[in-house]
């Protein structure tokens, strides 16, 4: 049976390993931490984060943020299409107050959105990643490829971004969810509770075969305002074939914080979302139906 030298323990996102140990990957020691694998059991039960009695902090930091972002053509996307290339951009923000000086992570793309004992890779990375990572193929207790760091990553100050060339899986696939982990330490050489991470987890959809990015950004116009929003965002639709429409809002994480039905008659309408209980930040109002979607970018006051 394989020996487990160190646990790892947290919640969904990009994945950053026990340091000491595992600064060149912890997929290459046969672990995915990113917690897109923490439904299997036994041998396969993969740990989900950095933490194992003493290793690194002994749990989830919140003031560490971990944000996943899908680009296509530098606009941040909540949906896919089958075939094309995007950027994934992973980005982590120290808000502890604390000197962290280094940071590793874990990044995977997974068909569906939930962890499983059975999972598959969604999609398929560029080979050509950043300096200091690499890309670790599925193994005897994983299953899904991960990218992580390859070596001690240094940054400064609280932000650091790191971003990788993704490309959508065949049409039908449906939903797809990344996962990431990242872990940022202080340096001293030693995986202790020093050491802070956090996870974070992004979700996807599939465009319908047949209507492309450049036709659904073309036809009709979508506004969101007031931008920045207080407590009630108006959104209007012009221009588009007559039906029921959805609009939905995701934070950064990828949560949903609000969906909304909306029904077009004579190639409009007008919704009100209530936003007095989102938490400040920025958030992505996507607009789907009848062939068309639209993605806008709202900062919530």
Request: hydrophobic share 40%.
């Amino acid at each position: 049976m394989k020996k487990r030298i160190l646990l790892f323990t947290l919640s969904a996102g990009i994945g950053i390993l026990c340091f000491s140990s595992y600064r060149s990957g912890a997929a290459r020691n046969g672990y995915d931490c990113t917690g897109a694998e923490a439904g299997g059991t036994g041998s396969f039960a993969n740990p989900v984060g950095c933490n194992s009695g003493g290793c690194h902090g002994t749990s989830v930091t919140p003031t560490v943020q971990v944000t996943i972002e899908l680009d296509s053509a530098g606009v941040p996307v909540n949906n896919y299409k089958a075939g094309q290339t995007y950027t994934v951009k992973l980005t982590g923000t120290n808000g502890t107050g604390s000197s962290l000086s280094q940071y590793g992570f874990q990044l995977a793309a997974m068909k569906d959105t939930v962890a499983a004992a059975t999972v598959a890779d969604g999609g398929t990375w560029s080979t050509t990643v950043p300096t200091s990572t690499h890309i670790t193929a599925p193994g005897t207790y994983t299953m899904l490829t991960v990218i992580e760091q390859s070596s001690a990553i240094t940054f400064s100050g609280t932000t650091f971004t790191q971003s990788f060339t993704w490309t959508a899986p065949v049409s039908g696939t449906g939903r797809i969810s990344f996962w990431a982990v990242i872990n940022m330490v202080n340096g001293n050489g030693n995986a202790d509770a020093g050491d802070k991470y956090n996870t974070g987890h992004l979700v996807v959809n599939e465009i319908a075969s047949g209507v492309g990015v450049a036709t659904v950004s073309a036809n009709g116009a979508v506004t969101a305002y007031p931008n920045p929003v207080t407590n009630l965002l108006q959104v209007s639709l012009d221009g588009v074939n007559a039906g029921s429409y959805t609009i939905a809002a995701f934070d950064l994480n990828g949560r949903n914080v609000a969906t909304e039905a909306a029904a077009v008659v004579g190639g409009s309408f007008n919704k009100s979302i209530n936003t007095a209980a989102w938490a400040p930040g920025v958030y992505q109002i996507v607009v789907n139906g009848n062939g068309f979607s639209k993605v806008l970018k709202v900062v919530k006051q």
